[in-house]
């Protein structure tokens, strides 16, 4: 009898972790699929799409204050270009994107050339950007020059993007 009751537990048991494994396998099928606004975006997109399908990015946008010193390193980055590497999943894409596309906003000053793509959990894009660029984490920011690679700001920056940035431009002029 004994034997029997710890039997069933162990079924009970196994019977959860199964369940919880195939609604963990849906929920990120979920994510590479689709949001809770709509449909999830891959590859290239513009600012403006982000922001209207996901408003994680928005809100932070919208709350973000960058420093005087962020607004002026962009000077810096005037003649490069910026490819980011990011996840709408991301919790450290939903607040760095934004704050680098503030920061850009309100410089004043004219930005690099700036390309953003969107890459599913498994870090792929439809273009294969991400697989090119050899993606691991996201979101990873690459500073281009005349399509060669100076640098990169990969998840967080050590002090903030753009001055993050503005130094791996001046440590390779």
């Not at 969107?118 to 697989?131: E, F, H, N, R």
Request: hydrophobic content about 40%.
């Amino acid at each position: 009898m004994l034997k029997q009751i710890k039997m069933v537990s162990v079924c009970v048991l196994l019977s959860c972790l199964l369940a919880s494994c195939s609604n963990s396998t849906a929920n990120d099928a979920e994510l590479d699929g689709k949001s809770i606004v709509g449909e999830t975006l891959l590859g290239e997109v513009s600012a403006e799409k982000l922001f209207a399908q996901y408003p994680a990015f928005q809100a932070e946008y919208k709350a973000y204050k960058p420093s005087k010193q962020e607004l002026a390193a962009v000077a810096e980055l005037e003649k490069d270009t910026l490819l980011v590497l990011f996840g709408t999943w991301c919790h450290d894409s939903q607040r760095e994107v934004p704050r680098l596309l503030k920061t850009f906003d309100l410089s004043g000053l004219d930005v690099p050339k700036l390309t953003l793509v969107a890459v599913d959990t498994k870090k792929t894009d439809p273009q294969g950007i991400a697989q090119k660029y050899n993606l691991k984490y996201t979101p990873t920011f690459i500073l281009l020059h005349d399509d060669k690679e100076l640098g990169r700001v990969v998840e967080r920056p050590k002090t903030s993007l753009t001055q993050d940035l503005k130094a791996l431009a001046k440590a390779t002029q």
